[in-house]
Nanobody, 116 residues
Framework: QVQLVESGGGLVQPGGSLRLSCAAS????????MGWYRQPPGKARELVAA???????RYAESVRDRATISRDNAKNTVYLQMNNLKPEDTAVYYCNANRILAPSHWGQGTQVTVSS
């Protein structure tokens, strides 16, 4: 059974930083592309950042200069470091694992609130 467990969310002041973690189990982690998505209140889920199995990365324009996605295949974990957080970054952040010809998997989400 595949499990993706996010952690690291919480309340952060504007301008602050946080690092989200997603621990994966039940899958061949290094074969999957991993992504971070977010869903702001009342809005659709959107891609924040993604990293392929061979470590290529891409980012949403809104976070390009403030976010870094990374993965540690030895720990089956993907990270999202976000700096200079803004109130518009407030959302539930979800981890995703996907690969060609296989089901996509989602974590349960972790809340990030940016507020003073």
């Amino acid at each position: 059974q595949v499990q993706l467990v996010e952690s690291g969310g919480g309340l952060v002041q504007p301008g602050g930083s946080l690092r989200l973690s997603c621990a994966a189990s039940g899958l061949t982690f290094n074969a999957y592309a991993m992504g971070w998505y977010r869903q702001p209140p009342g809005k659709a889920r959107e891609l924040v950042a993604a990293i392929t199995s061979n470590f290529m990365t891409r980012y949403a324009e809104s976070v390009r200069d403030r976010a870094t996605i990374s993965r540690d295949n030895a720990k089956n974990t993907v990270y999202l470091q976000m700096n200079n957080l803004k109130p518009e970054d407030t959302a539930v952040y979800y981890c995703n694992a996907n690969r060609i010809l296989a089901p996509s998997h989602w974590g349960q989400g972790t809340q990030v609130t940016v507020s003073s």
